[in-house]
């Protein structure tokens, strides 16, 4: 117990939420609170659906993140000071934000929205990499979890509280109180330990563009790494995919959906990311990607009853509770497995590349999903996705046989 309360309550992981909190910010600020804005202020309905391309830097950042394995700001160190760079650049351009006229000047709202997803991108870079590299092996299951709690109370600030204050004051004052919440990054980038780096950094932009892909694919089980990063939240990824379509089809109203989903599955959402953090520190990474594993899958099963059950409130209060929960857990445990396959010395782009990867499952999983749950109803699509954790379980048996960065 006392090894666990190290863990959780040293230094580096009050930094590690500080960060987290402000990675999280920008995202609704430039998706469902600028749409929200967008529509009060009676702005056509098909350029709101055109902005969505603004976040198009989020899915590409692995192609400047060696940029910032590379060269290093002349105060605060490598890590840091690219943390404080760019959460200064993001004050800068959500205030910016906050001066726009979003029917008048889109194109001019469009380009500081691309810009704070730029820069909210980049930061995304660095806070990933310090984070990596400032915590110990033991501190990498509770890390992750305490940077998904500061992000989520972060989307709920830029979210909801955003919302709710715009109700009670103008746009141009909520976006301006958002920037200023960047503060508790910037306090923390200044306060925070710089990581220490035993091996040498890449010397020139080449050896930081190229030397991350030849020291991954050096590593003896290298691909198995690669398709247990695309396959180990296959399930979850599926089950959750239509959600909202299957619970309406069910006959529960938007404010049941949005009551229960957003805020019943946050807090499970953060309450399993705590609890797997912990048992990965506990019981260690190879048995808590197992034990997370099989969970997730089970978890699935809840929304096969509930769609056995029908319209059945308590099922499905319990099926997002579970599956939240479950798959929060699971999340603990998955960041902290990318954290420890990175080599110190090209963190961010390892970690960028690694990230992006995951994002493949979800875009490429999601598109056959509503053919299936059509095909062969919702009974069998969920017991499909549930057969879905096998292959990523599969592969975790051949986890002895990955070998660790060498950095």
Known sequence: MSALLNAFGNRRIFFVLLLGFSSGIPLALTGSTLQAWMASEKVD???????????LPYTLKYLWSPLMDRFVPPFLGRRRGWMLVTQAALFLVIAAMAYSEPKAHPGALALLS?????????QDIVVDAWRTEVLAPEELGPGAGVHILGYRVAMLTSGAIALILADR???????????????????????????KLD??????????????????????????????????????VMATAL????????????TDIGAVTKGLGMIATIAGTLAGGAIVAQTGMKRSLWIFGILQSV???????????GHHYPMMVAAIGIENLCSG???AAYAAFLMSMCDKRFTATQYALLTSLMAVTRV??????????????????????????????LLLLRYDRWKAPSA
């Open 364 to 393: 490429i999983v999601g598109a056959p999903t509503g053919f299936l749950a059509k095909t062969y109803g919702w009974e069998t699509y969920f017991v499909i996705s549930a057969l879905a954790a096998i292959p990523g379980l």
């Open 329 to 331: 857990m699971g999340t």
């Open 199 to 236: 091996a040498r950094a890449p010397r020139t932009l080449k050896e930081a563009v190229v030397e991350p892909f030849l020291e991954f694919f050096a590593r003896r089980g290298a691909v198995g790494i690669l398709l247990f990063i695309v396959f180990y939240k296959l399930d979850v």
């Open 114 to 122: 691309f810009l704070v997803a730029f820069c909210s991108a980049s």
């Open 169 to 195: 004051m103008p746009w141009r004052v909520v976006y301006l109180l958002m920037a200023g919440s960047l503060a508790v990054g910037m306090t923390a980038s200044l306060l925070a330990p710089e990581p």
């Open 299 to 309: 978890s699935t099963f809840t929304f096969f009853a509930l769609a056995r059950l």
């Open 45 to 55: 309905l098909t350029v709101i659906g055109i902005f969505s391309l603004v976040g």
């Open 243 to 254: 959600t909202t379509p299957f619970l309406l089809e069910l006959g529960f109203t938007k």
